[in-house]
């Protein structure tokens, strides 16, 4: 294998398909780049056995061939050359990287011992915008569970296509939020869900170009993203899903409209008396024209409110003082309703009108301040 290609274009795609390759695993070849030569392209590829990246550059190619290389290693040499070009040549596994006067020798791996990634044959077509995508994810990631949820399932995103609409839902046990569009997706109902580090990678390739689109294709077991010259291929998620629809309050006696900002700001300030256990919730009170918030803990004290319209019963409740900046910080209207169901009851928190987003979050129990 023989080409020459454009150093910063290669560095570029190296650093992206670099974040595919396996930490984890000790197995030289997963921790590897597979570098496939064409007649006029190079494709490289990292892969984990549960996530992989590949993308195609255009390179002069001199002679086809493969080979893999160690990722760290060749994302380090790469980003290190200063030269406009760089040629690389393979004589069996041994690998020459030569960039104006500098110059590399460095072993790879035969890439037949590289695994096959899988492929997904028949699966349903998707096409989604880059902006409302983008959007929709800053809007649901932020409750997904992390990795060491005691339900594997909680670590992905739901997506729901059905009744022209798109719903994507996070979920990890003590908030919920969901996110719908408008979809043009035709064909029978869809569900499955998608690891967030899978969504997480493919929000990095995204470059704001509203007219550009990502098109997907899910299988039974794997969903295969495209975006620009990038393919992601990631399993999918198994296992039961929450119930949104039943998590729900369905009899609301309290209804908050506040503003924004102001309830972001007025939380934000209860931070510094806070400990870093969380264990201290703050206390909100719900009451004629005013949000109350407090919070005591071995730090101090702190009381504050805000202007807030509230109608309904009178309500005091705890929370978690980041799950609720979370939800109001992925609000996207200047203006938001809170429904309330009571004390011990999960808070709905929604636009003023529609319901393109909600975000619902679990109650803390309170203490006696005293």
């Known amino acids: 294998m023989k080409f020459t290609c454009n150093t910063k274009e290669l560095a570029v795609a190296c650093n992206n398909v670099m974040r595919a390759v396996s930490t984890k695993v000790t197995i030289p ?49 790469v980003n290190k050359l200063a030269d406009e070009y760089v040629t690389i040549e393979t004589n069996g596994t041994s690998v020459s990287i030569v960039s104006g006067a500098a110059q590399y020798n460095i072993t790879g791996i035969d890439a037949n011992d590289y695994p096959e990634l899988p492929s997904v044959n028949n699966g349903e077509n998707l096409t989604f915008n880059q902006n409302v995508f983008h959007s929709m994810v800053n809007q649901t990631i932020f409750a997904v569970a992390d990795s060491e949820s005691s339900k594997p399932v909680y670590t992905g995103l739901k997506f729901i296509f059905n009744n022209d609409t798109f719903t994507m839902i996070g979920v ?38 509203d007219e550009k689109e990502i098109n997907a294709s899910v299988g039974k077991r794997h969903i295969v993203f495209e975006i620009g010259n990038y393919s992601i291929i990631s399993r999918l998620l198994d296992g039961e899903f929450l119930d949104y629809r039943s998590a729900l309050p369905q009899v609301i006696t309290t209804t908050v409209l ?5 309830a972001i700001n007025c939380i934000q300030r209860t931070l510094p008396v806070i400990e870093n256990n969380q264990k201290n919730p ?22 504050d409110y ?25 609000s996207d209207t200047d203006e ?35």
């Open 29 to 77: 070849t997963i921790e590897g780049i597979l570098m496939e030569c064409g007649s006029d392209t190079l494709s490289l590829t990292g892969y984990d056995f549960e996530f992989g990246i590949n993308t195609i550059l255009s390179v002069d190619v001199v002679e086809a061939g493969d080979i893999v290389i160690n990722a760290k290693v060749f994302s380090d040499i």
């Open 306 to 330: 805000t202007h807030a319209n509230t109608s309904g019963e009178r309500v005091e409740i705890g929370f978690n003082s980041k799950f609720m900046l979370d939800a109001l910080n992925a």
């Open 172 to 209: 990890d046990g003590f908030r919920l939020a969901i996110r719908k569009e408008k979809s043009s997706y035709i064909g029978e109902d869809l569900e499955f869900i998608v690891p967030k580090k899978t969504i997480r990678e493919l929000i990095k390739l995204l470059d704001g170009d």
């Open 336 to 370: 938001v309703r809170i429904e309330l169901a009571g004390p011990v009851s999960p808070v709905k928190i929604m636009p003023i009108n529609g319901d393109s987003f909600l975000f619902l979050v679990l109650p803390m129990r309170l203490r006696n301040e005293n």
């Open 282 to 303: 703050i206390r909100c009170m719900f009451d004629g024209d005013q949000m109350r918030v407090s919070t005591v803990s071995s730090l101090g004290r702190f009381v």
């Open 258 to 262: 506040i503003n924004t900002n102001d």
